[in-house]
């Protein structure tokens, strides 16, 4: 089992609908969870971070973790095409970093 | 307000040949870290330094050096490339200073290396 997992995709959306990303981690022992963004070519850049049980939004954005699940989603609301991209999970154990470990990401295209 | 920058942005170089990738950031982080990152593998660490002079393992080392004499500056080395070395490197630094936000990595835009 990997340590981080995400269904590679791709996902299609069509414009304005909603994405959702998902993520499963193995270690019960993390505390921070990052979404970070990928454009073809280009570096990772974070979209937002979680930490506690629940939802917690930004803009057109959600992330949702549930560490009993051992699960963490994102949430893309109103998807345009400029959301086209990776999208990559991270998880971060606090006492040690070589335990930051990014998921594969999930491929997302949203259609016009 | 240049961040964090690589170079060179790319590289080609042939088997056995050292070969040394820059990283410099202007934040005064303390944390930077090396990725490579391959399709089908995602981004795996390679090396990370919590500081000048103190670097460690991450989970694929073999085959690379790194040094920290100043905290701007974090090189990855290449002892004899190899092709299956050849993929895109990324460098990345965090204040990690506590608390969860300080731990988001910003990452320089990357290294295409190629080994023949």
């Known amino acids: 089992q990997k340590e981080v997992e995400q269904n590679s995709g791709p996902l299609s959306v069509p414009e304005g609908a909603i994405a959702s990303l998902n993520c499963t981690y193995s270690d019960r022992g993390s505390q921070s969870f990052f979404w970070y963004r990928q454009y073809s070519g280009k570096s990772p850049e974070l979209i937002m971070f979680?930490?506690?049980?629940g939802d917690k939004e930004d803009g057109r954005f959600t992330a949702q973790l549930n560490k009993a699940s051992q699960y963490v989603s994102l949430l893309i609301r109103d998807s345009q095409p400029s959301d086209s991209a990776t999208y990559l999970c991270a998880v971060h154990r606090r006492t040690s970093y070589d335990k930051v470990i990014f998921g594969p990401g999930t491929s997302l295209s949203v259609i016009p | 307000d240049a961040g964090i920058t690589q170079s060179p942005r790319y590289k080609i170089t042939e088997t056995g040949r050292q070969v040394t990738l820059m990283c410099h950031q202007t934040w005064s982080h303390s944390y930077m870290f090396w990725y490579r990152q391959d399709l089908g593998h995602g981004l795996r660490l390679i090396y990370y330094?919590?500081?000048?002079?103190?670097?460690d393992k991450g989970e694929v080392p073999d085959g690379y050096v790194v040094s920290r004499s100043k905290t701007e500056n974090f090189p990855l080395t290449l002892e004899s490339a190899t092709r299956s070395q050849t993929s895109v490197y990324f460098c990345?630094?965090?204040?990690?200073?506590?608390?969860?936000?300080?731990?988001?990595?910003?990452f320089g835009p990357g290294t295409r290396l190629t080994v023949l």
């Open positions: 330094s919590a500081a000048a002079d103190i670097t």
């Open positions: 990345a630094s965090s204040e990690s200073t506590g608390g969860p936000s300080t731990d988001t990595q910003y």
């Open positions: 979680i930490y506690s049980n």
